[in-house]
């Protein structure tokens, strides 16, 4: 079993920065075979991948949609994984998931490759 918890969101104007963080912690089982994923749900919209990385190597992946202004990192001493989210737009609005998969095989983006999700934390771009 693995917990998830999100924090960091908030409203910021456009142009501004949040970073989001994501606590993990995991029972019977080392956090290094799981594959880290970051999710966001705009109302009346489905959730969408955002970026995907793992608990080795440095590599990540992003959606189009904020490939070069989100960043992910992690913090392997505070199993914690980090959004760095930079040059939002109003269209960053969103409840964003911190998810976990099982297995760590391959790049994986959707909803249904997650086994473990956080509760979701509010992030608002307005002015």
Not at 42 to 57: I, N
Request: aromatic content about 12%.
């Amino acid at each position: 079993q693995v917990q998830l918890v999100e924090s960091g969101g908030g409203l910021v104007q456009p142009g501004g920065s949040l970073r989001l963080s994501c606590r993990a912690s995991a029972s019977g089982r080392t956090l290094s075979t799981h594959t880290m994923g970051w999710f966001r749900q705009a109302p009346g919209k489905e959730r969408e991948f955002v970026a995907t990385t793992w608990w080795v190597g440095t590599n990540a992946y992003y959606s189009d949609s904020v490939k070069g202004r989100f960043t992910v990192s992690r913090d392997d001493a505070k199993n914690t994984v980090y959004l760095q989210m930079n040059s939002l737009k109003p269209e960053d609005t969103a409840i964003y998931y911190c998810a976990a998969a099982r297995r760590i095989d391959g790049i994986r983006r959707g909803v249904s490759d997650y086994d473990y999700w956080g509760q979701g934390t509010q992030v608002t771009v307005s002015s």
